[in-house]
């Protein structure tokens, strides 16, 4: 019993697709019309071309125009770049008037070179060692020296120092050992 109502099943449902095929076919092609006709936006209204001179005009120009280059390349988006000697001078937007303000101070400089670091006690502070002529010292951060450079940060590579009089930072490399 269960097979013949599946089966029933299936004959309603070819029957349903076909009843829906067939109207469709009667819809779209079977009035008579062609598919051409059905796809057309609108009556076919055709063109008033008697006077072809314009469009021979139009065709001569078109193939007397020669391409003269102006230096850009078309298959590249973007503005054409510009020449310095084709712009002249550059002038300021704007007039300073008045005092010119002080140049920038200098970056303070080490004048002693970073050459190694180490730690005492295991997980203790880095130390620094500076070389300034014979003399080693030995720095941790937020030490002075030169009076005037404190050491914010001593890395692998790289030792980094404040000048306390300006506040401008820099740093200097590790350079090879000292030769004994």
Known sequence: MMAQTKQTKEVLVLVALLVAAGLVWHFF??????????????????INAEDYSVIFK??????????????????????APVSLSDAGPVKPPFQNVGPMPDPP??????????????????????????LDGEEVHIVVEGDTVQNHIRITH???????????????????????????
């Open 58 to 79: 139009d065709l001569a120009d078109a193939q007397s125009t020669v391409y003269k280059s102006s230096g850009r390349n078309i298959f590249i988006a973007g503005p």
């Open 29 to 46: 092609f079977g009035k008579g019309k062609n598919a051409a006709s059905v796809l057309s936006a609108g009556k076919y209204a055709t």
């Open 154 to 180: 001593i890395g692998n590579d790289r030792i980094e120092y404040e000048d306390t009089e300006t506040g401008q930072k820099n740093g200097t490399n590790l350079e090879a050992p000292p030769q004994a």
């Open 105 to 130: 101070k200098p970056l303070p400089q080490l004048t002693m070179k970073f050459f190694g670091y180490g730690t005492v006690p295991s997980n203790g502070a880095r130390r620094a060692f500076l």
